[in-house]
């Protein structure tokens, strides 16, 4: 049996370990950071001078400090030393300060795009049916035709 599972690499308790507190204590942290993951940054450079406990950053091709060596990880300060993780295909994150979810997607994130041509309706501020397939609840609305 493998010593970690197949997606998040969570270490398993082996039958007779010592100390399975240590193991499950760390799986459990892992599972904090990478389950619905929320970074403060995409692609940075630089350690923050005074991190909280579970602040995460997504690292940048160049980082620098304590973060040195460490391009495009996941960086998780623990409350004592900076935790380093390798993101995998199709893991999300998203982003508090900027409002925005990316993608880990052919080995960068990116912002997920939406499909916006040839929809079966559109409502904005109001919901479409079949009949009303372009709802539009506004005060105002201008449609131009060129």
Same mark, same amino acid.
């Given at each position: 049996?493998?010593? &970690?599972?197949?997606n ?6 082996q039958?007779?370990?010592? @100390? ?5 204590n760390? =799986? ?13 940054? $995409? *692609?940075? &450079? ?7 406990? /579970? ?6 091709? =160049?980082?620098?400090?304590?973060? =040195? ?11 004592t030393?900076?935790? $380093? $993780?390798? =993101? @995998?295909? /199709? ?18 994130? @990116?912002?997920?795009t939406? *499909? ?6 559109? /409502? ?6 079949t009949?009303n ?14």
């Open positions: 049996m493998s010593q &970690t599972s197949p998040l690499s969570l270490p398993y308790l039958p007779s370990q010592a @100390q399975k507190d240590v193991t499950h760390e =799986a459990l942290q892992m599972l904090d950071l990478l389950v619905q993951m929320s970074v403060q940054s $995409f *692609e940075a &450079t630089s350690p923050p001078a005074l991190p909280v406990a /579970g602040e995460t950053h997504v690292l940048g091709a =160049a980082p620098t400090g304590d973060w =040195a060596g460490q391009a495009g990880m996941v960086a998780t300060w623990n409350g030393a900076w935790l $380093f $993780f390798t =993101a @995998q295909e /199709g893991w999300r994150a998203w982003n508090p300060v900027d409002e925005e979810l990316r993608v880990l997607h052919n080995g960068s994130w @990116q912002r997920p939406a *499909e916006t041509q040839n929809l079966d309706g559109v /409502g904005i501020n109001a919901t479409s049916d009949t397939r372009l709802v539009v609840a506004a005060p105002a609305t201008l449609l131009n035709h060129d």
